[in-house]
Nanobody
Framework: QVQLVESGGGLVQAGGSLRLSCAAS????????MGWFRQAPGKGRDFVAA????????YYVDSVKGRFTMSRDNAKNKVYLQMNSLSPEDTAVYYC?????????????????WGQGTQVTVSS
């Protein structure tokens, strides 16, 4: 079992930066793949980034490549999403998710554990 708690969301102007954190509980955290998803008002839950349990590969949706960086610190049981050059199109509730099989995916159905989400609002 893993419990996830996101933090770091807020209101920022276009072009600004935010760093989201996801704190995980559970002894097996280091073996879980982690993902970040987002959901804008009236839309579905979209993939943002994912990282396997080994941390060797990180995958991003094309729209955030070069602007967002996902990292994880297994010693601290934390995952981060550094978001730079934010635009109003990035406005959404951001969720972190854990996949106990360790591979990660861009499909939300793969992830069995979810945080409550943190709101990111980018003003123009």
């Amino acid at each position: 079992q893993v419990q996830l708690v996101e933090s770091g969301g807020g209101l920022v102007q276009a072009g600004g930066s935010l760093r989201l954190s996801c704190a995980a509980s559970g002894r097996a955290f280091s073996t879980y793949a982690m993902g970040w998803f987002r959901q804008a008002p009236g839309k579905g839950r979209d993939f943002v980034a994912a990282r396997s349990w080994t941390g060797g590969s990180t995958y991003y949706v094309d729209s955030v490549k070069g602007r967002f960086t996902m990292s994880r610190d297994n010693a601290k049981n934390k995952v981060y999403l550094q978001m730079n050059s934010l635009s109003p199109e990035d406005t959404a509730v951001y969720y972190c998710a854990a996949d106990s099989y360790g591979l990660g995916s861009d499909r939300w159905e793969v992830y069995g554990y979810w945080g409550q989400g943190t709101q990111v609002t980018v003003s123009s």
